[in-house]
């Protein structure tokens, strides 16, 4: 009897397997949509951590997020979106960072003069009520 299933054979097997799966992720890294809002968010986010002071009190982290913002664009105009989103993600933490840290930096500064200016207070009314 003669063999009716040519794509039985090894050989084509495995041609097969491999087509899938180039195929596959074709078809996969195809599907995924550009990260454009994600993008925006990030910009935002990175603008945001420069007016509240990032360069001052995080320039490091403020520096990371510019950066990483800059690499996702490169990425966007590849159309390597995967690594579009990762990067503008990663810029996004960046910039959170340096607005806390400016915040917290800030809000220490704040205290600090308070605490002064209560201690020169103190040794006023210590003065006058000698």
């Known amino acids: 009897m003669k ?5 039985k054979s090894a050989s084509n097997m495995q041609r097969i397997g491999v087509s899938l799966f180039a195929a596959t992720l074709l078809f996969g890294c195809a599907s995924i949509p550009a990260p454009t809002e994600q993008l925006a968010v990030s910009k935002a986010a990175v603008a945001n951590a420069g007016g509240a002071g990032g360069n001052e009190y995080a320039p490091i982290a403020l520096k990371s997020a510019m950066d ?3 690499a996702a664009q490169r990425a966007m105009t590849r159309e390597d979106y ?4 990762r990067l503008a993600e990663e810029a996004q933490v960046d910039a959170q960072l340096a607005s806390a840290t400016a915040g917290a930096t800030k809000a220490q500064q704040a205290a600090r003069q308070l605490q002064e200016g209560n201690r020169v ?9 000698q």
């Open 68 to 70: 990483k913002m800059d």
């Open 3 to 7: 063999n009716f299933y040519p794509l």
């Open 121 to 129: 207070l103190r040794q006023e009314i210590d003065r006058v009520a």
């Open 82 to 85: 995967l690594l579009a989103r």
